[in-house]
């Protein structure tokens, strides 16, 4: 059985969609074909949640940008699927290393998983762990997925020679397919990270742990995790 409000939710959401333009009560009436009380008191509701705002501010209403926010929640949200998490734990495995799914958040990286190292000395995370975009492999490997005025946008914090200098290390370890950082965020830590772009996401394949074993070997950690992501994303869901 149809719940009338939320029918009447996601009519109005596509009222918008047709119109492309703020929209006043009496207008909604008159496309819609509803009650003015009813209307009234669901636009009053999304008014006070946040969900509509008056971008003229002259008695129209437009879906704020609350929308946009809900859904990259919701979509971060989304559990990982059990092919997925076995590739990490795999990856874990073969490398003796720590490895993390990572996702673009903002100015900073969250990690969306994460499986530990057994070794006793490791890098040790866990998800939802937050790590600056500048500095990390996993940063780099992010960005190389940006356009190039997301970038400048999400780099504009930085002094212009760091920006320009972390710009330019993008653009050439994009050309060998993994990106790395040896010791620049943590002095102990290494980096090796891939982009990993699933279901329209913006993702990156990390791995991490100590310096004195990760450097040196960085470039069959990163092909090893280059050919691993592309052999899943080749694969599909």
Known sequence: ???????HLFQLLELFLREQ??????????????????????????SDLGYLAKPQGRGRYFPSRQWLELGRRL???????????????ALAGE???????AALEG????????????????YSARPGERVPLAGTAAGKALLAQCTASERRTLLAPLASRQAETLTA???????????????????DLAGVAVPFPWRGRRLALVLGGPLSRVAGNEARLGERLAAAA????????
């Open 75 to 89: 979509a971060e949200a989304e559990p990982l699927p059990q092919r997925l998490r076995e590739l990490l734990t």
């Open 107 to 122: 100015p900073e990286v969250v990690l969306r998983e994460v499986v530990e190292s057994r070794a006793g000395v490791r």
């Open 1 to 7: 059985m149809a719940v009338k409000q939320i029918e």
């Open 230 to 237: 592309a052999e899943f994303l080749a694969a599909g869901d």
């Open 169 to 187: 290390e993008i653009e050439a370890e994009a050309r060998r397919g993994y990106f790395v950082n040896l010791g620049r965020y943590l002095p």
């Open 95 to 101: 490398t003796g290393e720590t490895i993390a799914l």
């Open 21 to 46: 333009r703020p929209l006043s009560v009496a207008e909604m009436v008159q496309a819609l074909g509803w009650p003015r009380s009813s209307t009234y008191h669901l636009v009053a509701t999304l």
